[in-house]
């Protein structure tokens, strides 16, 4: 099944169409991450791959492209891929790749089974949390100076939620593969001494409504004790993250968090940075 088949991949697209013309919305959420990005950016690190780019409306790709030489863009969302590359300055088009229709979970088409044959389940979930977590071997990008995943690890959990449904009893296990699994994606995809970035939303004004009018003082502690009350995405939790992003004894650089606005729904978003090797990262459970 090709990806514009996957009934949840058009889930993701359609979400994607849905925020299309948000680029004035997204503009702190922007200002955030194409910062953190920049930040990375150094005379021996002047490639970037970019992962769930997406419609490019939290990237400020020409401020990019003023930082890094070449940038790959990949995500499911080809015509997303497209539309914002499109846009870009002719010096900018030149610096970046799109790398559209790549499934970065690599299960997508296993979850598609599952979700149109529930009772197929048993099995297919042993052998799926499996291949979620072996998923660096089967995806080649390259190796890159700085890997960036960009609000991209809740999407991914969410296909796993969207199949099974949130009340199944491995939905939680299945889900953590898929996280442990980008993990070691983006440490796979990242050369020896590079930076990987993880950018991702980890609560929602669903089940954190203070989110939504918190002041900007008080943001961190709002964020920090909703964590201690186990208020979070699952998997998503940023001192686990921290954890399993841990190279030997160099840990990981934790930024503070900020707010993404979408719509009627406030998210807060939290970026970790982590150098890349390719040794054993911790083993927490979490
Ligand atoms: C919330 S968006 C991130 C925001 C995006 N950077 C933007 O500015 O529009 C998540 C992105 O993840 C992509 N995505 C979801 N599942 C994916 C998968 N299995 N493989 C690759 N990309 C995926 C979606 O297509 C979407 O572009």
Redesign the pocket.
Not at 102 to 106: A, P, T, V, W
């Given at each position: 099944m090709t990806s514009s088949q996957s009934p949840i991949?058009r889930v993701?697209?359609e979400?994607?169409q849905r925020?299309?013309d948000d680029w004035d919305a997204?503009s702190t959420h922007?200002q955030h991450v194409t910062g953190i990005i920049a930040n990375t950016a150094s005379r021996s690190h002047r490639r970037l791959c970019l992962?769930?780019?997406?419609?490019?409306?939290?990237?400020d790709l020409e401020v990019l492209a003023s930082h890094f030489d070449e940038i790959a863009l990949?995500?499911?969302?080809d015509a997303?891929i497209r539309q914002?590359v499109g846009g870009l300055s002719a010096a900018a088009a030149r610096r970046v790749t799109p790398h559209g229709h790549?499934?970065?979970?690599?299960i997508?088409s296993d979850l598609d089974l599952l979700r149109a044959e529930p009772s197929s389940a048993q099995q297919t979930l042993d052998s799926l949390v499996v291949k979620a977590r072996d998923l660096p071997r089967q995806i080649d990008l390259g190796c890159w100076d700085v890997v960036v995943s960009?609000?991209?690890l809740?999407?991914?959990i969410d296909?796993v939620f969207i199949a099974v449904g949130p009340s199944h009893p491995r939905a939680a296990e299945l889900a953590l593969a898929v996280r442990d699994g980008h993990l070691a994606q983006l440490d796979a995809l990242v050369d020896d001494g590079g930076k990987m970035l993880l950018i991702t939303?980890f609560v929602s004004s669903d089940t954190l409504p203070e989110l939504q009018q918190v002041a900007a003082d008080s943001l961190q502690s709002l964020v920090h004790q909703a964590v201690a009350n186990r208020n979070f995405f699952t998997g998503l939790n940023p001192a686990v993250l921290r954890q399993r992003m841990q190279n030997g004894h160099l840990l990981p650089k934790v930024y503070p968090a900020w707010r993404w606005i979408m719509g009627p729904r406030c998210f807060a978003v939290c970026a970790i940075e982590a150098v890349g090797g390719k040794t054993q990262r911790s083993n927490i459970a979490g």
């Open positions: 991949a993701h697209f979400r994607n925020t299309r997204f922007r992962l769930g780019v997406g419609n490019g409306n939290d990237v990949v995500d499911l969302d997303a914002c790549i499934d970065l979970s690599y997508l960009t609000c991209l809740s999407q991914l296909s939303d």
